[in-house]
């Protein structure tokens, strides 16, 4: 079955900010009914007003009908004054799709006791171009069909990993939703070295950035393992493996200290909820 007959016949999108609307153009690439589609923001930007008119989107409607899905992409204390008028238009089988980071399928429970099919999720900021990776784990009134319906939605802005357990979403946040951070800090870290060695300072950037950016792209395209194509790069005795002394080297490596800061920002992902 296809992707786009997956894909709900009615869907209310809550909060069109920068993720919300990127997912919203990602679901009508791939074959969403425009009709069918209802956007609720208190502060619209003018890019969406304009977006929405132009494709047929209801906007801020005053008693939408319940949707076959409800997707939440709010910011996280938006939800306690939102919650009220949501719970309104939920219907008996409405699937909630969240991205409030922090908020846990019980937190959405309480704060919207008129949910049942509940799906959280964490996009990280890739999607906003058709490149994401997504976690997402479902509470036991999802069925099937929702599911799949939740994953036709997901994978609109990239791949998506279905968790066998919500406990998993902060190390998750941890890892690819933060982790855009880590790419773009080593961006600048690398540019200062290149630098630091005596290359202009734009040069440098302009280098340390395409040399990521290729690299993440050949990984992309590439069946082989990190660890082959990093060995691939490295001549023994050479420059490369000159350099992986240094960053492979214990206890200080490269290696410790991406797991104390994916360590760190899940401590945090867990210290939010609620």
Same mark, same amino acid.
């Given at each position: 079955?296809?992707?786009?007959?997956?894909?709900?016949?009615?869907?209310?999108?809550?909060?069109?900010?920068?993720?919300?609307?990127?997912?919203?153009?990602?679901?009508?690439? =791939?074959?969403?009914?425009?009709?069918?589609?209802?956007?609720?923001?208190?502060?619209?930007?003018?890019?969406?007003?304009?977006?929405?008119?132009?494709?047929?989107? #209801?906007?801020?409607?005053?008693?939408?009908? $319940? %949707?076959?899905?409800?997707?939440? !992409?709010?910011?996280?204390?938006?939800?306690?004054?939102? $919650?009220? $008028?949501?719970?309104?238009?939920?219907?008996?089988?409405?699937?909630?799709?969240?991205?409030?980071?922090?908020? /846990?399928?019980?937190?959405?429970?309480?704060?919207? %006791?008129? $949910?049942?099919?509940?799906?959280?999720?964490?996009?990280?900021? %890739?999607?906003?171009?058709?490149?994401?990776?997504?976690?997402?784990? /479902?509470?036991?009134? =999802?069925?099937?069909?929702?599911?799949? /319906?939740?994953?036709?939605?997901?994978?609109?802005?990239?791949?998506?990993?279905?968790?066998?357990?919500?406990?998993?979403?902060?190390? =998750?946040?941890?890892?690819?939703?933060?982790?855009?951070?880590?790419?773009?800090?080593?961006?600048?870290?690398?540019?200062?070295?290149?630098?630091?060695?005596?290359?202009? #300072?734009?040069?440098?950037?302009?280098?340390?950035? !395409?040399?990521? /950016?290729?690299?993440?792209?050949?990984?992309?395209?590439?069946?082989?393992?990190?660890?082959?194509?990093?060995?691939?790069?490295?001549?023994?005795?050479?420059?490369?493996?000159?350099?992986?002394?240094?960053?492979?080297?214990?206890?200080?490596?490269?290696? !410790?200290?991406?797991?104390?800061? =994916?360590?760190?920002?899940?401590?945090?992902?867990?210290?939010? #909820?609620?």
């Amino acid at each position: 079955m296809s992707q786009s007959s997956r894909l709900p016949s009615s869907l209310i999108l809550v909060g069109a900010g920068k993720m919300g609307g990127s997912m919203l153009e990602g679901w009508l690439k =791939v074959g969403m009914n425009a009709d069918g589609v209802t956007v609720l923001d208190p502060k619209p930007s003018e890019e969406m007003t304009r977006f929405c008119r132009e494709r047929g989107i #209801a906007l801020n409607p005053a008693n939408p009908s $319940a %949707p076959e899905v409800l997707v939440l !992409a709010i910011k996280p204390q938006m939800l306690d004054e939102a $919650a009220p $008028a949501l719970n309104g238009a939920l219907g008996p089988r409405t699937l909630i799709i969240s991205i409030l980071a922090g908020k /846990t399928i019980g937190d959405l429970k309480t704060r919207l %006791p008129a $949910a049942g099919a509940i799906v959280r999720a964490m996009p990280n900021l %890739p999607a906003s171009i058709g490149r994401g990776a997504t976690g997402a784990a /479902t509470n036991d009134k =999802v069925s099937e069909d929702q599911r799949l /319906t939740a994953d036709a939605l997901l994978s609109s802005n990239g791949i998506v990993e279905w968790l066998p357990s919500e406990d998993l979403i902060d190390a =998750v946040t941890a890892l690819s939703g933060s982790g855009p951070a880590y790419v773009f800090h080593l961006v600048e870290c690398l540019a200062e070295a290149g630098a630091a060695a005596g290359l202009p #300072a734009d040069l440098a950037q302009r280098l340390a950035r !395409a040399t990521v /950016t290729g690299a993440g792209e050949l990984l992309f395209q590439s069946d082989l393992s990190p660890a082959t194509l990093r060995q691939n790069v490295t001549s023994p005795g050479g420059t490369t493996a000159a350099a992986l002394e240094v960053l492979m080297r214990d206890p200080d490596g490269l290696k !410790a200290l991406m797991r104390e800061a =994916v360590a760190a920002a899940k401590r945090r992902a867990e210290e939010l #909820a609620g």
